[in-house]
């Protein structure tokens, strides 16, 4: 039976702000203020995902939350009319006011974790949502998350989803960000590589000492229990806690693996010669012939990685075998990273080609292409059970063009934030895309 990776992005919501929220993200940090403009963040998304259905890959879109998150805000004391909610929170929390309105669902990366069928005990896709304990305007949207994924996967036959962890900083779990799987084929068993950054209960694991290490082991482990996977068919690594000091806030900005491939900088992790063992004689068992491509400190800087984003990359397997590397004009924009990706795919190995996309609105709040996209790997019977409402096709990117250009604003500043309108505006426009997309009722404001 044919299997497939589908590649699911996130369609970035129409409050798209930089609010400087992520505190450990240089980029996010570094722009905050600015003005966005969701329109075009919306539309750069789109044009990526008709891309890579164009290049023939199976592509889905995962729909974004409410926002501002009205129920939120009365949950710490705000009260009133939705439009008093917002008019106090602004005059007397406007911090507040921003983290509910943040849009960052649109990294769907952090969405979940994802384990495929060929990897689970009972044989079906199971899926956790996230907790994303570490920051609030990202706590807030796993149980939006996990209604949205229950309508994508809604066939219990072959899909089993998980709750979030308990929300508490030693589960603290950021999903597929720090997920990844290696195979032989997407259909095959294969090994499912977990990186944290810090042990909750084990003092003998070195933790950073500036930023916050976001992913705990004791969440990985719990993942990998819930979704029933063998011990043969996970390897759990530590990253580099140092290279979490310099703004590698998840294992997706320093590393990124696909098939029988690890492409990852140097510095990515601890112990990475007993990981690579580890993940080499585990992939060996299941069939496969592990593959490392690490990237050396002296031609690409962890500054460099993070600056450009270089592992934010989507790493796809072309039906040649050879595999492309999707990245943001930002790898184009450094010298150092350009020029070792021409020497990558010129020397003959495992990456053949390197595209490039305009994802700037992305960028500047801290996202690149792999934060857009959640990968689910499903066989032909499971990808027809599959919501076929949220497949992308030529007709759905005219739809949902169409649909930002009619919905969205072309400019968004943090004051702007304070006008209800805001919130009409995005309840109307999110009312049409669960039509349009054939979630039903999946968002607050359509359940209450």
């Keep these: 039976m044919k299997s ?7 369609l970035v919501g129409p409050t798209h702000n930089y609010g400087g929220l992520s505190f450990g993200n240089v980029a996010s940090q570094s722009n905050s203020q600015q003005a966005s403009n969701p329109k075009e963040a919306a539309l750069q998304g789109l044009e990526k995902m008709k891309a ?7 592509q889905g879109v995962l729909a974004p939350q409410e926002r501002p998150d009205v129920a939120a805000l009365r949950s710490l004391g705000f ?3 939705d439009a008093q909610v917002i008019e106090r929170a602004a005059k007397d929390a406007m911090p507040l006011l921003v983290a509910s309105c943040s849009a960052s669902s649109m990294w769907v990366a952090n969405a979940a974790t994802v384990s495929p069928s ?5 044989g079906r896709v199971h899926f956790t949502a996230a907790n994303l304990n570490c920051k609030f305007h990202r706590s807030i949207e796993h149980p939006t998350t996990s209604r949205v994924l229950g309508a994508m996967f809604a066939d219990q036959q072959h899909f089993a989803h998980h709750a979030a962890l308990p929300a508490v900083a030693q589960f603290g779990d950021e999903g597929a960000a720090n997920h990844t799987r290696f195979c032989r084929d997407y259909g095959e068993a294969g090994v499912e590589f977990f990186v944290y950054g810090r042990s909750a209960f084990d003092s003998r694991y070195p933790a950073p000492q500036k930023y916050p290490a976001r992913q705990t082991l004791e969440a990985s482990q719990a993942v990998a229990r ?3 996977l063998s011990e ?18 998840h294992n997706d900005v320093i590393a990124v693996g696909n098939g029988e491939l690890l492409f990852h900088h140097q510095d990515a992790f601890l112990n990475t010669e007993s990981m690579l063992d580890e993940l080499r004689r585990k992939l060996a068992a299941r069939g496969a012939k592990f593959e490392s491509i690490s990237v050396p400190r002296d031609q690409v800087t962890v500054d460099d990685a993070v600056r450009s984003y270089l592992f934010n990359s989507q790493l796809l397997s072309r039906a040649d075998g050879s595999m492309l590397l999707i990245v943001p004009e930002e790898c184009r924009a450094n010298p150092r990273v350009w020029s070792y990706l021409q020497g990558l795919t010129s020397a003959g190995g495992p990456i053949r080609e390197v ?9 500047q709040n801290g996202g690149g292409p792999a934060c857009l996209r959640l990968r689910v790997a499903l066989n032909e019977t499971e990808l027809a059970a599959v919501n076929p409402g949220v497949i992308m096709s030529a007709p759905l990117y005219d739809t949902l063009t169409g649909w930002v250009n009619k919905h969205y604003r072309d400019a968004l500043r943090e004051s702007d934030l304070a006008d209800p309108q805001l919130l009409l505006e995005c309840r109307t426009a999110l009312d049409e895309l669960t039509q349009i997309l054939k979630l039903g009722s999946v968002y607050p404001f359509q359940i209450n």
Excluded at 4 to 10: A, L, M, T
Excluded at 52 to 58: A, I, S
């Design 355 to 363: 595209k490039v996309f305009d994802l700037k609105q992305s960028m």
């Design 118 to 122: 060929a990897d689970t005990a009972d």
């Design 226 to 228: 819930l979704h029933g």
């Design 79 to 81: 009260s009133g009319t």
């Design 52 to 58: 890579l259905m164009d290049m023939g890959f199976v």
């Design 232 to 249: 043969e068919g996970v390897v759990f690594a530590q990253q580099n806690p140092s290279v979490i000091d310099q703004g590698v806030f």
């Design 4 to 10: 497939f990776e589908v590649n699911f992005d996130g």
